[in-house]
């Protein structure tokens, strides 16, 4: 229990990736604030569940982050429901898939909202809060796609190559302050974010979506197997701990060796 006491924010967190993380970071004591789109007899229920098998409190903030107003609520109400915001983790993320010819302006502007935007003004939020306390840990979710490119993701290429940017940045601004800022990058991750990709495939191509999923492991993974969300829950628990006190600005695959070519 390394995070007793402490409250996690974690965008994105009805589902996938964001999720596993939430229930990694409970079952180390930490207190949740979920966030993201979904059904709400169903995160209600998820709610219910987190809080009874951790025994921590759990609220829900409805924010559509893709607009900055929300996005500072989300933080003020965080801090006003459990008394502290003290790790933060930028989740949340869209995808569109076209060619920079065809790439629509819209789409363009909606995924750098959400992956990249949202990023800087929950932190900006945040910052205040923890450098009072002397404590917090940032976590970005970036992907194997903030450190290299595949063709038709421009908008997400450039939104996840410019999370770790801005994470480098916040760890020289924060390094002495208590507070560490760091980005995860997944490889392959099997979430509705990438079924929904393995879909696209399979109907394009007339074949099954586990033929779909292996063509996809085999085009980028030198591992031919998907990351659980809940390793990725794992590396974020790492990043919260002692252990990786002296750990900032850094960028850290779990990718399968994707980036490794
Ligand atoms: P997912 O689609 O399963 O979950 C996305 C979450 O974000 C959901 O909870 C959704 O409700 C929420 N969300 C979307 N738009 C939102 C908005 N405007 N406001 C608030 N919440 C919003 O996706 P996932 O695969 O779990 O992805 C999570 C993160 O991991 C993303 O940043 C993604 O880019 C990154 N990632 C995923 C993979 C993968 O293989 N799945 C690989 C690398 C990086």
């Known amino acids: 229990m ?13 589902s996938g990736i964001g999720l596993a993380i939430a229930r990694c970071l409970a079952a180390e004591g930490s207190n949740l604030v979920l966030n993201g ?8 229920a998820q709610r219910a569940e987190l809080a009874k098998t951790f025994g921590v409190a759990v609220t829900y903030a409805p924010a559509d982050i893709s607009h900055p107003d929300q996005i500072a609520t989300m933080v003020a109400q965080a801090q006003s429901d459990h008394g502290s915001l003290d790790i933060l983790v930028n989740n949340a993320g869209v995808q569109h898939v076209a ?19 949202a990023a800087f003004l929950a932190m900006q939020a945040a910052i205040p809060g923890m450098k009072t ?16 490119a595949s063709g038709e993701k421009s908008a997400y290429v450039a ?3 410019g999370l770790i940017g801005l994470t480098k940045t916040a760890g020289i601004e924060l390094a002495n302050v208590g ?7 997944p490889g392959w991750v099997l979430t509705p974010l990438v079924q929904a990709q393995l879909d696209a495939r399979a109907a394009r191509d007339g074949i ?7 063509l996809f492991l085999a085009e980028k993974q030198p591992m031919h197997r998907f990351t659980a969300p809940e390793q990725i829950g794992a590396t974020a628990v790492f990043l919260c701990s002692d252990g990786a006190a002296t750990i900032t600005g850094a960028a850290l695959s779990v990718d399968g060796g994707w980036v490794s070519q």
Request: glycine share 10%; hydrophobic share 50%; with cysteine.
């Open 37 to 44: 789109f979904g059904d709400a007899g169903a995160i209600a």
């Open 159 to 161: 939104a996840k190559h």
């Open 99 to 117: 060619a920079i010819e065809s790439f629509p302006a819209a789409e363009w502007n909606r995924v750098i909202a959400i992956n990249l935007t």
């Open 179 to 185: 507070v560490t800022c760091n980005a995860i990058c």
């Open 208 to 214: 099954t979506p586990d033929q779909a999923a292996a």
């Open 133 to 148: 306390r002397g404590w917090g840990r940032i976590i970005n979710i970036a992907s194997a796609h903030g450190l290299v």
């Open 2 to 14: 390394t995070l007793h006491g402490k409250t996690a924010l974690v965008t994105g967190s009805t």
